[in-house]
């Protein structure tokens, strides 16, 4: 397995069993940053999701707007950045600029959306992201980091196939 320092994740559950057991702690990892607005203004949530991280793991709560260049610069070896959607993802692509792990691990399945694997259901929009986000980076999809993964090479035939 092939992972560099920084790993994007999108998971619409945040942070569960999944990310502790077998993100964090299999990795080892040192920092969560849990990037998402509507948590990090929420001072209840944020209390109860800093509640279940391992203490060997610092975990940060922050929205978007203070998800900046120099931020995501000053940050070490073994971090994962948790995001909750493809379009969180995507609203990042100005401020990547690094060798990254992006991984989906978890995208339920809602009206319109085409099952990718087991736990990865995508719609038109989101294939199209990930398209256009997969011409710079590579873009892995597995539950857990010991799972055989699927690399996302081209998903333009199901835009075909479903447009």
């Excluded at 203004?41 to 610092?58: R, T």
């Excluded at 694997?117 to 892995?140: A, G, K, P, Q």
């Amino acid at each position: 397995m092939s992972i560099g320092k920084i790993i994007f994740r999108v998971d619409d559950r945040l942070i569960h069993g999944q990310v502790i057991e077998g993100w964090i702690k299999y990795l080892k990892l040192k920092n969560l940053i849990l990037l998402n607005d509507r948590i990090a203004g929420d001072p209840l949530q944020k209390m109860i999701y800093s509640s279940i991280v391992p203490p060997e793991c610092a975990l940060t709560i922050i929205d978007k707007n203070s998800f900046t260049d120099d931020f995501l610069h000053k940050l070490t070896n073994k971090t994962m950045i948790l995001v909750e959607s493809v379009t969180d993802l995507y609203d990042l692509k100005n401020i990547l600029n690094g060798e990254y792990y992006i991984n989906v691990g978890c995208v339920a399945s809602r009206e319109h959306k085409i099952e990718i694997t087991d736990t990865v259901f995508l719609d038109l929009n989101e294939i199209r992201m990930l398209s256009e986000l997969r011409e710079i980076y590579d873009i892995h999809i597995k539950k857990l980091p010991w799972e055989t993964e699927v690399e996302i090479k081209n998903f333009l035939h199901l835009l075909e196939e479903n447009g």
